[in-house]
């Protein structure tokens, strides 16, 4: 039978709104309006299809004809500037069940609530010690992502992971270029230098294990014998560096950008951070999350979602953030307000590949703030909010400077 899906023309995002990269929420929107799937020109040039919506989004997260199986797909050029065998690509985002079952099932038993919960007195060191630094500057004024948005959860999965003090100025240029690269040359270049610097250190670790994360990994074993390959180690290990590092710092400078923004929701919570700051966490996630879309998904056939044919072989972007200010699920979902109810938000995902490190996130995620709130009561923004510089593309949501005083 013939679909009788509509073919939609392409939209360009940047002809929609200028200002799309800095506030894409007006333009979402409007496309909402329209339709739940649209076929797009991305600011970086590409055409994607993008699904807007929450619950399209929802519907779209769990839809087992869009795929993240790219590695098998012979069409790894569609996202990443690197090949299909990369080993920092074998992990369980890149992978369908029964491949991504497998993998979660190993790797999942090292993220539990204890295991994170015993880091908890960790990351409020490393916090301390960044703050004090950081209120030492001259003239009582600092970058907050340079000095402490960045440097806290890289140096927390450092850790996590074993990797050495001494490497983990590369590791912050490599996971930058590997997840907003500046060109295709320097993420591939990005991707190599990632797979080098990993087999070297899982060798070392499996001659002299340690009480970290990846020492742990290397020696798992299932009840059925099974352990993850060489490959799948480093594929681990790149996933998360990248995804427990990024999305934190986005969320740290993004959650202050909007206290800036909002300064009676910011004198209510420094009035009752321990009633407030949970839901707080929740609200910065909702409103102005750090992962705008999810990463690319491949149609493995023509997919007809929301009277729309998407062809077979097109990626599909899933724009959480629309989601996640759909009125059709957040009331008055424009205004940021830290008393609302914000869980049902879908800033982790949704579905099979909901974020393994989300509770990590959000134990980081309320240190840090906590920690801003409590020891820089007056920190203000030091520079106009129209000028800062964005992460570049549409996967993760943040600024890459954060000028602030107090």
Known sequence: MVSTAAQPPVTDLLRLSPEFVSN???VYAELRRQAPVHHVRTPDGDHVWLVVGHEACRAAFTDPRLSREWRRSGRMHQI?????????????LMADPPDHTRLRRLVSRDFTPRRIAALAPRVQQVADDLLDAMLESPGRRADLVAAFAFPLPMTVICELLGVPQLDRDAFSGWSTQAIAPTSGPEQAAAYTALTAYFTDLIADKRGSPGEDLLSTMIHAVDEGGDRLSPNELIGM??????AGHETTVNLISGGMRALFAHPAQAALLRADPDGLLDGAIEEFLRYDGPVETSTGRLALSDVE????LIPAGSTVLIAIADADRDPKRFEAPNEFDIRRDARGHI?????????????????EGRIALRSLLERCPDLAPDADP???????GMLMRG??????CW
């Open 347 to 363: 800033a982790f995902g949704h579905g099979i590949h909901y974020c393994l490190g989300a509770p990590l996130a959000r134990m």
């Open 305 to 308: 979602l929301g009277g729309v």
């Open 24 to 26: 894409p929420y007006p």
């Open 80 to 92: 990443k500037s690197t090949d299909e065998d990369d080993p920092n690509l074998a992990h369980l």
């Open 386 to 392: 129209a000028t800062l510089p964005w992460v570049p």
């Open 399 to 404: 600024v890459r400077r954060l000028p602030v």
């Open 237 to 242: 290990c790149s996933l998360l560096l990248i």
